[in-house]
């Protein structure tokens, strides 16, 4: 969801602060090829988690991965 991407760091509250979908794509693809939906999204959850450090959750965080047995990294603002 929205929540992932916009979660802050303890920078602040701004657009600039946010994890973003470019970090996102970025854990995805420095992520194994060979891990399971299940280890990816603990990959990339653990690595929201570490850079929001101890910044309150302000919205809902919702990772759905799903394995197809192909690997596709869609670009920031692409989709399926």
Known sequence: TDGLVEQFNSNGMNIA???GEKRLIQAIKNANPGI???EL???VLDDVKKYSAGVKQHDDLLLFCINT???KI???GECF
Do not use: V
């Open 74 to 76: 869609l670009e920031e």
């Open 17 to 19: 602060d946010e994890y």
């Open 69 to 71: 047995g192909k690997r």
């Open 41 to 43: 999204c603990d990959i």
């Open 36 to 38: 399971t939906a299940h």
